[in-house]
């Protein structure tokens, strides 16, 4: 299947250059980039990362500072700044970091902190008119994953045509949530995968659908790991996103967890898988021969401009199971953002969000035990114990706040609050990544990053409060991490 598929892309494409892919995980250059974008300088759909430079160095090439507010001109020079670094061609780059952890956090967020005590790593990188190498090799000390040696975050790929195509250990976040994505965020580690992304994201010529307006697409084919119930399932993954109007962006999701030792493999049985012919009760389909375990939904961000307010709306949803050819069963999430400028020097975003992790959490009577379970692949929707959906895990109600703080020079602030329930169902839940009981949790976390001549330097410490229902225990914790990373 992979070698079919890149067969057709090779045959049917010429090379163009379009430089790297933005990584998931940095927080104010998310900020800058969508506040860039809200602002009409970058046209295409931003909630899909990685982001390919390409489309956004086309954008702003003739972007011009002198005119804009002041809080957009910083975004542009930073966001200029970021990619004269990464999109240097024909020139062997190198990147360094290193970070101590204790008691690291439990649920991530967009942003990039140490999953374990102690983090080391290295790389290198080349890029060229159609070849681009990143290998990135990290060692760490951490209590929730045996692999000592990792090689996350690295990439090797072609551009061809407007195809991206790469064998890739990148982190991806799919949606617009900023403290979760309900189907692919940063809470899991990245797992090796092959993937196809759109470049530049032109809008169809064609009139019949010339209406879309910019659009992407991304498929992956990844490989979860070993210690499984099913050993080495794979994992299908497929976004199209699309802009129709400057301040309306759309995004259809879908992934599937398949194959497996001891499972359906076969080309017709991801035909199966991909025409959604996969419950058990279809024709044909039995618990022996069923092709997979599937989500798939969508998510929207809107930024209306409300009484010239920087405000935009947002949401995700997506479904567990399907009914009538359609997702069912929704997960769902829904936040409030904002910008501004403070001060003439400080460019600062603030978000509000809700998310509800239980199958029909829209629904008067929500399903507990569903979301992110299946009882063939009984691991569930996890990698390597954490889940690869939003950090909270199933059957969770969190509410978040955050804020980023942001200056001309990159000096950076950032704040978030959560509190809620985690794990609602009642019933104890081993498979459960963060409590086997019900929860109620309130967590604040603080963090502070500034730049040196020797490189970045990163803090951050948080707070956590934690009441057991199952006990009637209450708990409390601490967490503090301290990261460097080489220069941009």
Known sequence: MHRALLFVLLFFACTSFAGPYIPAGDPVLRHDIRRLADHGLINGPASTWPLAWGPILEDLRDADATNLPPGVADALARVKQRANWDTRTRELTFNAKAGVA????????????????????????????????????????????????????????VVVGNWSIAASTQQRWWGPGWDGSLILGNNARPFPALTFDRVFTDAFKTKWLSWLGPWDLSVMFGQLEKERAVPNAQFFGMRFNFRPIPSLEFGISRSAQWCGDGRPCGASTFVDLFLGRD??????????????????????????????????????????????????????????????????????????????????????????????????????????????????????????????????????????????????????DARHSLTPTPQEIVSVDLSHSRVFSFGVIDVGAGYEEIDDSASGISSSDGRVYLQWRSSY
């Open 102 to 157: 204790d008691n690291a956090t439990r649920i991530r967020s967009f942003q990039n902190t140490p999953r374990g005590k102690v983090e080391i790593g290295a790389g290198a990188g080349w890029i060229d008119d159609w070849f681009s190498i990143d290998l990135n090799l990290q060692g760490v000390d951490s209590d929730r994953d045996s692999e000592e040696f990792r090689a996350d975050d690295s990439m090797i790929g």
């Open 279 to 428: 419950n058990i009760g279809d024709a044909g389909v039995d618990a022996e021969n069923e092709p997979g375990n599937q989500m798939a939904g969508l998510d929207f961000r809107w930024s209306p401009s409300l009484m010239n307010l920087p405000v935009s709306f947002y949401g995700q949803f997506i479904g567990e199971d399907e009914a009538g050819g359609f997702p069912s069963r929704y997960l769902a999430q829904v936040g409030l953002e904002g910008t501004g400028y403070l001060l003439n020097r400080w460019s600062y975003r603030w978000f509000a969000e809700l998310a509800g992790t239980s199958c029909d959490f829209v629904k008067s009577v929500v399903l507990y035990n569903c979301a992110y379970s299946q009882a063939i692949y009984e691991s569930g929707y996890r990698y390597r114990g954490r889940a690869m959906g939003h950090g909270a895990d199933n059957d969770a109600r969190l509410v978040s706040a955050g804020l980023i703080v942001v200056d001309a020079d990159d000096t950076q602030w950032r704040g978030l609050l959560r509190f809620g329930d985690l794990n609602r169902g009642g019933a104890p």
